[in-house]
């Protein structure tokens, strides 16, 4: 059974890092691209990021490059969302998931933005 367990959420200044976690099981983890998405009440889920199988080529939504930084370790089926200066719109609830495969959705991290 597929299954996604995100982590790492929280409630952060604007301007501060945080660092999600997502565990992946139930799947041949290395032969997934993977990505991350965020939802909010007011939208739809967006795509965010997402590596390819290696780790070696990532790719970000515009709203976020230079600021996030998605990575992947193979070996403990894990990827990871770094989030650096995060501004009041990346509040969100984030999920990790196959970009192309996708399975059912985790529960999600929720990281919040604010003074």
């Known amino acids: 059974q597929v299954q996604f367990v995100e982590s790492g959420g929280g409630l952060v200044q604007p301007g501060g890092s945080l660092r999600l976690s997502c565990a992946a099981s139930?799947?041949?983890?290395?032969?997934?691209?993977m990505g991350w998405y965020r939802q909010t009440p007011e939208k739809e889920r967006e795509f965010v990021a997402s590596?390819?199988?290696?780790?070696?080529?990532?790719y970000y939504t515009n709203s976020v490059k230079g600021r996030f930084t998605i990575s992947r370790d193979n070996a403990k089926n894990m990827v990871y969302l770094q989030m650096n200066n995060l501004k009041p719109e990346d509040t969100a609830v984030y999920y990790c998931?196959?970009?192309?495969?996708?399975?059912?959705w985790g529960q999600g991290t929720q990281v919040t933005v604010s003074s």
């Open positions: 998931n196959s970009v192309y495969r996708p399975a059912a």
């Open positions: 139930g799947f041949t983890f290395s032969t997934y691209i």
């Open positions: 590596i390819t199988r290696d780790g070696a080529t990532p």
